[in-house]
Nanobody, 125 residues
Framework: QVQLVESGGGVVQTGGSLRLSCEAS????????MGWFRQAPGKARQFVAA????????SYLDAVKGRFTISRDNAKNTVYLQMNSLKPEDMAVYFC??????????????????WGQGIQVTVSS
């Protein structure tokens, strides 16, 4: 059974930083693109960032470019999202996701077959 487990969420003040981690188990994701999405209350789930297995292709939501960094450690089957200069509008439940693709970094929810349970990120103003 495939599992994606997020960790690292919590409460932070505006301007602060958090690092989310997502560990995959049940199969190896070293050859899969992995991504992060977020969903705020009353809003649709939104793409945040994605990274291909080789790390050569990375995509970001425009609103987080320059503040968020996605990375991965294939040996640990783990993907990370370093979030700096957090804003109240970044507050959401963040979801880790994995695809069956390898070289691209898709932004569409439909491209991702595997999902974590989500973790809350709260940014206080």
């Amino acid at each position: 059974q495939v599992q994606l487990v997020e960790s690292g969420g919590g409460v932070v003040q505006t301007g602060g930083s958090l690092r989310l981690s997502c560990e995959a188990s049940g199969r190896t994701f070293s050859s899969s693109t992995m991504g992060w999405f977020r969903q705020a209350p009353g809003k649709a789930r939104q793409f945040v960032a994605a990274i291909s297995w080789s790390r050569k292709t990375i995509s970001y939501l425009d609103a987080v470019k320059g503040r968020f960094t996605i990375s991965r450690d294939n040996a640990k089957n783990t993907v990370y999202l370093q979030m700096n200069s957090l804003k109240p509008e970044d507050m959401a439940v963040y979801f880790c996701a994995a695809t069956d693709t390898t070289s691209s970094a898709p932004v569409s929810i439909a491209a991702y077959a595997y999902w974590g349970q989500g973790i809350q990120v709260t940014v206080s103003s």
